[in-house]
């Protein structure tokens, strides 16, 4: 395919909004950063700050078209986020955090919010997603322990959570090494002396 051919390929558009039960799952809009943030302190602690991954997101954006948020009477009830990474010389993502308000727990809101999230990600050409997590919840959607192997995340980490999704046959398939962060980062304002 020729660069003008390649060039007229339109991106793919999303629905708006998705329905699950109630709840409006959508892009995440900038008026959700406090929510969010509510949502990820109850969901996880002030020790969310302390993990692994938290390496790889700090001072970077989220994937743009790739973060989500749930809702329902205008609250925010659930959160996905997708990272840019280098997983040992293969493009991927990281996944998370995946955070679903106590009030919704059980209701395969997290579930959607997965779906919605990979299929996106399959849909804008990404072709592998990486995580760490629970393998009985993540493995359902193609989570493999096998597809990490190889890998390694900087700080500690319980390998035996350090999962892998190939969205591509063989995307990982020579990926050994250090998983670093890729994505662009975050403009920070700089404040001016009065």
């Known amino acids: 395919m020729t660069l003008m051919a390649a060039a007229r390929v339109p991106a793919p558009v999303f629905p708006l909004v998705v329905r699950h039960d109630g709840v409006s799952l959508r892009d995440e809009r900038a008026s959700d950063l406090r929510a969010r943030e ?5 969901a996880f602690g002030a020790e969310r700050f302390a993990k692994t991954c ?6 970077r954006l989220a ?31 990281l996944l998370g955090p995946l955070a679903v308000a106590d009030s919704h727990r059980s209701l395969g809101l997290g579930a959607a919010l997965m ?6 990600a399959k849909a804008l050409g990404h072709k592998a997603v990486i995580l760490v997590g629970d393998e009985p919840y993540y493995s359902r959607f193609g989570f493999l322990r096998a597809h990490a192997e190889g890998l390694d995340l900087p700080g500690w980490y319980d390998p035996a959570r350090f999962l892998a999704l190939e969205l591509g046959s063989g995307a990982l398939a020579n990926a050994s090494g250090m998983v670093v962060a890729t994505g662009a980062r975050e403009r920070r304002r700089i404040a001016r002396a009065a």
Do not use: C, I, K, N
């Open 54 to 59: 938290e390496r790889l997101r700090e001072g």
């Open 115 to 120: 779906r919605m999230g990979l299929a996106r």
């Open 38 to 42: 509510s949502l990820l302190d109850l």
């Open 63 to 93: 994937v743009h078209g790739l973060s989500l948020a749930a809702t329902q009477d205008d609250a925010l009830v659930g959160t996905l986020r997708f990272w840019h990474v280098d997983a040992g010389g293969a493009p991927a993502l």
